[in-house]
């Protein structure tokens, strides 16, 4: 029998919104063994009120990783 976790994260990036997901599982692989996979639950930005661009893009993201055990 297998167990996995699920944990919430946002990334975030001034190219897009993949850049913004892999952004996420980056940080996450700094602490993290066995991701097994992402969600992309939700995409946002910021927009420069003066241009109208969108200046950041953010990826909200549900990471599942296994659990060890002994």
């Known amino acids: 029998m297998s167990v ?3 944990v919430e994260l946002v990334g975030s990036s001034d190219k897009g919104w993949e850049d913004a997901a892999q952004a996420a599982v980056n940080e996450a692989l700094k602490t ?9 639950v939700d995409q946002t930005a ?4 003066k241009t109208g661009k969108i200046t950041n893009y953010r990826a909200c993201v549900k990471l599942s ?4 055990s002994k």
């Not at 910021?46 to 009120?49: F, G, Q």
């Not at 990783?65 to 060890?68: C, M, P, Q």
């Open 46 to 49: 910021l927009v420069d009120s």
């Open 65 to 68: 990783f296994g659990i060890e």
């Open 32 to 40: 993290l063994r066995g991701v097994r996979g992402i969600e992309v």
């Open 4 to 6: 996995a976790k699920i």
